[in-house]
């Protein structure tokens, strides 16, 4: 069936977030939650979608489809609900006043609407006790991880009647329409990654007094250098609320017989009101501009110690492989605190894996989804080894758990997986997903550079990869970048994708390590040439004979920007932070990227008659000097960096097939733009933006070099100083390249060049 229209029953926390979810997913949405006892009864409703238009980072991609959710509430607006494919009901966690909105909802919905649940650990079974047999067989569990925006994962479970269609309507759907990343989930407490995932984060706390650490270096361990978020585990309790933690841990233990009891000393601060960063405080406090920690003997703070160790610090730059084979030889407590926890934890893994998920692969996926981890516990294991693990539980007193006995050398070989029945067979990629590693692996790629590799997606398609450090476009990429674009030409192939499988960065832009250089060995001619060798990839992305597709994702900074300005499309992932950001370091875009926007901009304008071009150009300037990033890629659509014609996938899992397809729509027939002119503005233009800039100096806004940076960004964009006047592309990237070069000269721009390099972070100068 299709979903066009969804109901979301209770305006908390997750209801309104899942409503902000599917409204950015463009989806009408009707939020009802009890009605006030006075005034607007639709008032809580209300509240909870203006809460998610407040919240940071935002719930809504563009704040604009908040339009999209009508509240109303339970009394008044039940019918509402009749409209709707979907209901997901997110109230109260207990399950007579679920099942008595149930018997409600049963009176009202359509037939073949589908009911979900958001629970995160009541028995379906017990849920739909009572409810007519068709109710039944269209009701699951839909289990959303929080905030739902941001979290991938999405549990499916299904209910003892839960028709086959339900559930491929429910996961398509998820994946599809809302970008989440769908696991089966057997209907237990706790579901996959809870039932997991608190029993690791509540194992930590416990460890921290076993082996005398304190909370920064528990955090220190269980954090990157393992592979876990930077909020490891402390940081992430804060986030999550104390109260909320305690709550989910004694109903696991309520509902397992299991023990996840939270430390007393934690009680202790529950009851003190020290919840985590809703209430000010809990294990960390922010005091002034400072980061205080707990003392867990005072239960005092005290300003953050930075944790000294030689050896953490080279664990967390190491590849992950790397990091569990050093991990093994870690000495000192630290070593050893972090080989226990990952015994004890991979052991409770195994044993509660059957009865949790219907396979492995769903277990690492529902970690690496829902805890952002970088693999999942089993990949992990593998890191470790078998033998490891069979020698540590052992010296931990533990029995071997029967999955483990039944695995050979590994959990994962030769691209099978293995089953919870002790037998090896294929592993199931993600449905739809294209993985370059995998193509790779198989020999399906046409060359492999340290920085760069061209893989075939198949059907003609090709699709260049970015590999080096951040993806910055280096030499290297560059080189890679010309063969790819003459081997797909003489290969007569579809056309190209630009993409890769980084899950946060298609690419932080040039590399400014190399320009550094370059300028202080005084090579100029060299850098000449490849500030115009960069500018010509761009142009050759537009000029080839076929088309060309850019995959942008997460951050896209500066010429990951400019190559994605020139692509015949661009099929971006939701989740899209892409800007020109070279005024940070002194510079202007020199890809192409300043031309393209004035460009664009320009002719934006352009059919209508009594339009003044200087609008343009003012638009483009703001954008850059203010170095603007989008904040989604409905964003960057408002902004300009997407067309109208530029497709956005939802699920990033997704978004090279996208992107593949897109090709494959556009080769049929396919020939390149043909070069475009453009009324440039000149000096009255550039008087203007001149007077803009230095009237922000009066004010204090910016410094006299950023004064000068202004003026040069304004000097391309009007064409440069002298009556108005038809340009071409190239005149504009003559001025741009001049200017780029300009800078690259000054002493200013070289100390915000060394500054990022140094530090991460811009310098204002």
């Not at 809302?178 to 990654?193: E, H």
């Not at 209430?279 to 003392?295: E, W």
Request: contains cysteine; hydrophobic residues 40%.
């Amino acid at each position: 069936m299709r979903i066009r229209r969804i109901g979301i029953v209770g305006a908390g926390t997750m209801g309104a977030g899942i409503a902000a979810l599917s409204a950015s997913a463009g989806l009408p949405v009707v939020l009802l939650d009890i009605p006030a006892s006075d005034g607007d009864a639709s008032a809580p409703a209300r509240k909870g979608l203006e809460r998610q238009l407040k919240v940071r980072p935002a719930a809504f991609m563009d704040p604009d489809r908040a339009s999209l959710v009508r509240a109303g509430n339970t009394r008044d607006d039940l019918h509402l609900l009749a409209e709707c494919d979907l209901v997901i009901e997110a109230i109260i966690e207990q399950a007579q006043p679920k099942r008595d909105l149930y018997e409600r909802l049963e009176q009202v919905l359509k037939p073949g609407a589908i009911v979900a649940t958001n629970t995160s650990g009541i028995p379906m079974k017990t849920l739909v006790e009572g409810r007519r047999k068709d109710f039944r067989e269209r009701f699951l569990g839909m289990h959303f991880f929080n905030p739902p925006r941001y979290l991938h994962l999405l549990e499916i479970i299904a209910a003892p009647e839960t028709t086959a269609e339900t559930l491929t309507a429910a996961r398509q759907f998820s994946e599809r329409i809302l970008g989440k990343g769908t696991i089966r989930a057997k209907d237990v407490p706790g579901f996959v990654a809870n039932r997991l995932g608190v029993y690791g984060m509540v194992l930590a706390l416990r460890m921290l007094d076993e082996f005398d650490l304190s909370i920064d270096e528990v955090d220190a361990l269980t954090g990157p250098a393992l592979g876990r978020a930077k909020s490891a585990t402390f940081r992430t309790a804060d986030l999550t609320g104390l109260d909320v933690l305690n709550h989910v841990a004694q109903e696991l233990t309520t509902a397992t017989g299991e023990d996840f009891a939270l430390p007393g000393w934690v009680q202790q601060l529950i009851t003190r009101g020290d919840l985590g960063e809703k209430s000010g405080g809990g294990f960390y406090r922010k005091v002034g501009k400072d980061i205080h920690t707990l003392d867990r003997k005072s239960l005092e703070y005290a300003p953050q110690q930075k944790v000294d160790s030689k050896e953490l610090a080279a664990l967390s730059r190491m590849p992950l492989v790397e990091r569990f084979e050093a991990v093994k030889g870690l000495p000192g407590k630290y070593g050893e605190f972090a080989r226990s926890y990952l015994l004890r934890l991979s052991h409770f893994v195994l044993e509660r894996t059957p009865h949790v998920a219907y396979d492995i692969p769903s277990v690492d996926r529902g970690m690496e989804w829902g805890y952002a981890w970088e693999a999942g516990p089993f990949r992990q294991m593998d890191m470790l080894g078998v033998d490891f693990l069979r020698t540590g539980f052992a010296k931990e007193g533990l029995r071997e758990p029967a999955l483990l006995q039944r695995a050979k050398a590994s959990f994962y070989a030769d691209g099978q997986v293995l089953g919870l029945d002790g037998t090896y067979a294929p592993l199931e990629p993600v449905a739809g997903a294209i993985v370059l590693a995998e193509r790779r692996t198989a020999g399906r790629a046409h060359f492999e550079t340290d920085d760069a590799a061209l893989v075939d997606l198949g059907d003609g398609v090709a699709c260049l990869e970015f590999r080096s450090k951040m993806n910055t476009l280096g030499a290297g990429v560059i080189d890679a970048l010309q063969r790819a674009l003459t081997l797909v030409d003489d290969k007569g192939m579809a056309g190209l994708v630009i993409g890769n499988d980084d899950p946060r960065t298609f690419t932080a832009g040039a590399d400014l390590g190399m320009v550094a250089g370059l300028v202080q060995r005084g090579e100029w001619k060299k850098l000449e040439v490849a500030v115009a060798t960069f500018q010509q990839c761009s142009m050759s992305l537009r000029s080839s004979p076929f088309p060309v597709v850019v995959a942008p994702f997460g951050l896209t900074l500066g010429g990951g920007c400019e190559f994605s300005l020139h692509a015949d499309m661009i099929q971006a992932h939701a989740e899209l932070y892409i800007g020109l950001v070279e005024v940070g370091v002194g510079l202007i875009p020199g890809g192409g990227g300043t031309k393209e926007l004035m460009f664009r901009y320009t002719r934006d304008l352009a059919p209508y008659d009594e339009a003044d071009p200087f609008e343009g150009v003012k638009r483009a300037f703001k954008l850059i000097a203010m170095a603007t990033t989008s904040t989604s890629a409905l964003d960057a659509r408002k902004l300009g960096f997407l067309r109208e014609r530029d497709r956005i996938s939802m699920n990033r899992d997704l978004l090279l097939a996208d992107a593949k397809q897109r090709v494959l729509d556009l080769a049929p027939g396919y020939v390149a733009p043909t070069p475009q002119t453009v009324m440039a503005t000149g000096s009255e233009g550039l008087g203007n933006l001149e007077y803009a800039g230095w009237a922000m100096r009066e004010g204090g806004q910016i410094t006299d070099f950023e004064v000068k940076l202004a003026y040069e960004v304004a000097y391309v964009l009007c064409g440069g100083d002298g009556p108005p006047r038809a340009v071409t592309e190239q005149d504009i990237l003559d001025l741009e390249r001049d200017a780029f070069l300009r800078l690259l000269g000054t002493k200013e721009t070289q100390e915000r060049i060394g500054h990022m390099l140094k530090t991460g972070k811009p310098l204002r100068n």
